[in-house]
């Protein structure tokens, strides 16, 4: 059974660095074909794709927010991190994390709960 | 980058089929996902690769894909249904990454 969950501060400043951690469970990231990756939700929105981060450590961003984006994996942790610079209020959402069994058109079979993250002074 | 354009809200009677469909260029050379997301929960894979469920996914919920737009039909409808729904795709287009829809509003009457 794989299971994901997020974790990271509720709350951060404007002009922040917002790290968030993805912790699974049930399936390796070291595993040919599998993949991780981060979408988001600004409350009653649509969700939108960040990052991806694939078990030979290929990573792939969303073209928009790719400057602000770097994903990293620790595969011996079973932990994927997030970190986004210079955080604005527009980016208060939900956060996921989820698993992508597939290489390179990923699609998500399982994900985490989600972590709120506010972006307020 | 490549746009995934979907009906804000679709409305359907219990028992009757819902159709909630998915447009873009060229989408039929691509391979589309379909995410249902209730309130308050994460979404879930009812659909990948067009047309194949998840399993424990009913068999009222099927996908169909061609041309320019792409379709998930939910069969016999029930109030359980009730939830947004987004498609997505894998982009390979310019850049190599994922895109969603704006999502649906899917209404059981």
């Known amino acids: 059974q794989i299971t994901l969950k997020e974790s990271g501060p509720t709350l951060v400043k404007p002009t922040q660095t917002l790290t968030l951690t993805c912790t699974f469970s049930g399936f390796s990231l070291s595993t040919s074909g599998v993949c991780v990756g981060w979408i988001r939700q600004p409350p009653g929105k649509a969700l939108e794709w960040l990052a991806l981060i694939y078990w030979n450590d290929d990573k792939r961003y969303s073209p928009s927010l790719k400057s602000r984006l770097t994903i990293t994996k620790d595969t011996s942790r079973n932990q994927v991190v997030l970190t986004m610079t210079n955080v604005d209020p527009v980016d208060t959402a939900t956060y996921y994390c989820?698993?992508?069994?597939?290489?390179?058109?990923?699609?998500?079979?399982?994900w985490g709960q989600g972590a709120l993250v506010t972006v307020s002074s | 980058s490549y746009v995934l354009t979907q009906p804000p809200s679709v409305s359907v009677a219990p028992g009757k089929t819902a159709r909630i469909t998915c447009g873009g260029n060229?989408?039929?050379?691509?391979?589309v996902n379909w995410y249902q997301q209730k309130p308050g929960h994460a979404p879930m894979l009812v659909i990948y690769y067009n047309g194949d469920r998840p399993s424990g996914i009913p068999e009222r919920f099927s996908g169909s894909n061609s041309r320019n737009t792409a379709t998930l039909t939910i069969s016999r409808v029930e109030a359980g249904d009730e939830a947004d729904y987004y498609c997505?795709?894998?982009?390979?287009?310019?850049?190599?990454?994922?895109?969603f829809g704006g999502g649906t509003k899917l209404t059981v009457l």
């Open positions: 997505q795709v894998w982009d390979s287009t310019i850049d190599h990454h994922v895109v």
């Open positions: 989820a698993h992508a069994p597939e290489y390179p058109e990923a699609y998500f079979d399982s």
């Open positions: 060229n989408l039929g050379s691509k391979s």
